[in-house]
């Protein structure tokens, strides 16, 4: 599995802020609608129904939030960079400005702990992020995200 495979260059969005996480959730199932023509309020309270089960920030300003969704045949994903950071209540209690959403099919098993790994292996490279970091244009992050080294199958 690749990151191509998973994540559509619609899909990539800068943005410059949001006011809370609640509202970072809007902004994410939102994307994934229009992305991967999902309804919003099914992905919206997907995601924060997960997110009530332990906080997906992972640390050093990322966040891997997912759900699993009834209306998918395959695991998409969508990515988000604030020019601010937000709270997130992440492991590190750094506030966080990259978050690789996934999404997957209910029974999507042990795809959608690949999809997991390869992205919390993409988001772990300090280059790869540092990258997402200094750039806004969505078709330049959906570049920097593919073309990571990390994005090959394990």
């Known amino acids: ?11 990539v969005r800068s943005i410059s802020t949001v006011s809370s996480k609640k509202r970072l959730f809007q902004e994410l199932a939102e994307q ?3 992305s991967y023509d999902l309804p919003q309020s099914v ?8 997110e009530n089960l332990g906080p997906t920030g992972v ?3 990322v966040a891997l939030p997912h759900a699993r969704l009834d209306e998918l045949d395959k695991v998409v994903a969508v990515f988000l960079r604030l020019d601010k950071p ?3 209540e992440s492991s590190d209690r750094q506030p966080v400005d990259l978050f690789f ?12 702990l690949k999809a997991l790994a390869l ?18 244009d ?6 920097i995200l593919t073309d990571s080294e990390s994005s090959q199958a394990a």
């Open 43 to 50: 992905v919206l309270e997907a995601l924060q129904e997960r």
């Open 138 to 143: 969505p078709m330049t992050l959906f570049t």
């Open 119 to 136: 992205v919390s292996r993409t988001m772990r490279m300090s280059q790869t992020c540092a990258k997402l970091r200094a750039n806004d």
């Open 32 to 34: 994934a609608a229009a």
């Open 1 to 11: 599995m690749t990151i191509n495979e998973i994540l559509v260059p619609d899909s």
């Open 59 to 61: 640390g050093q300003g």
């Open 86 to 88: 937000v709270d997130f």
């Open 101 to 112: 959403c996934l999404l997957a099919p209910t029974n999507a098993g042990v795809e959608h």
